[in-house]
């Protein structure tokens, strides 16, 4: 079989890779932040200059053919080594210019870092910020992310991290609604209360179970996995939730209820991956970013720097 190299390059093969993990030709334009068009026309150039069908269309979407299946591992292979190259390329540059991308959770990424940022690009007019807003853990090693701030400790090998402070929690309701409806005395209490909890997560549920209760999600008046959606509520008098105790002290509309029981801490880790720690543009985010939330909270009271 004669296969003529010249007609296709690592970006038709990026996309078969992304076509076979998503399964759709949609699905896999948004992962690469691309169009649909240009997803379908590198699939069709890369089939043309293999002479093989690697894909078979139908409405359900796209399904690998015996031959796209057997390429998926080697395309992998290939993906891993060209994110390998720009990590290692990335960690040899010497000016502190470009960007760097950054990835947090939505109450980081929405109230803190905003807040903390301004400081950081006056001091440092070279570099640009790109902040990806997510509770999904951006993947560090296929260069979704320069730097990732995560409420929990990375465990991947190829990863340098480092833990800047310990987030505690606590329940926390509006005083008008404790006026009407009391304070709980107890955590299976909020039974009786309207309890904001989460939607498909299951980390409230967990923790009832730890201290002796067993929550189910009809126990939870309001629910929701987003947890900014979570601070408006308690803030709003929808009723009782948990939240960060740093945060809440800003309120002075809230109260902490239920103060006896010791929620798990949050941790609160920086990280980046081992290839890029020298990078300089990097490395002065981290350092940055490893100062500067070492008290996360005061960031909301000073505000724009």
């Given amino acids: 079989m004669y296969i003529n190299f010249m007609r296709y390059s690592w970006d038709y093969i990026r996309t078969f890779q992304a076509v076979a993990e998503t399964g759709s030709l949609s699905a896999a ?5 691309t169009t649909q068009p240009t997803v379908g026309r590198h699939i ?3 089939e043309d200059a293999l002479n093989m069908p690697l894909f078979v269309r139908s409405r359900e979407g796209m399904s690998l053919t015996q031959q796209g299946a057997d390429l998926v591992a080697e395309a992998k292979m290939m993906e891993t ?4 190259f720009e990590r290692h390329a990335a960690g040899l540059e010497e000016e502190v210019t470009g960007v760097v991308r950054i990835s947090a959770n939505e109450i980081f990424g929405v109230m803190m870092l905003p807040r903390i940022l301004p400081r950081f690009l006056q001091d440092n007019p070279g570099i640009e910020v790109e902040l990806i807003v997510s509770n999904s ?3 560090l090693l296929q260069r979704d992310a320069d730097v990732a701030i995560r409420m929990f400790r990375p465990t991947q090998n190829d990863l340098v991290a480092r833990k800047i402070a ?3 929690l606590g329940f926390y309701g509006l005083h008008n609604y404790l006026s009407a409806y009391g304070e709980p005395q107890t955590f299976g209490d ?7 909890g989460m939607d498909r997560e299951t980390s409230l549920i967990d923790v009832g179970r730890m201290l002796g209760e067993t929550f189910t999600p009809s126990d939870f008046v309001f629910r929701c996995d987003n947890i900014l959606t979570h601070i408006e509520a308690i803030r709003s008098g929808v009723g009782i939730g948990v939240t960060h105790q740093g945060l809440a002290a800003q309120w002075p509309e809230v109260d902490q209820v239920l103060q006896d ?3 798990p801490s949050l941790d609160l880790w920086i990280a980046c991956h081992s290839e890029v720690r020298h990078n300089k543009r990097i490395r002065a985010v981290m350092d940055f970013l490893g100062e500067a939330l070492q008290k996360p909270y005061e960031c909301i009271e000073e505000g724009a720097m």
């Fill in 29 to 33: 334009a948004r992962a690469l932040q």
């Fill in 44 to 46: 069709d150039l890369l």
């Fill in 81 to 84: 080594a060209a994110t390998g």
């Fill in 137 to 139: 853990a951006a993947n």
């Fill in 166 to 168: 310990d987030l505690p």
């Fill in 190 to 196: 909020l039974r009786s209360h309207r309890f904001i």
């Fill in 261 to 263: 029981i010791k929620l």
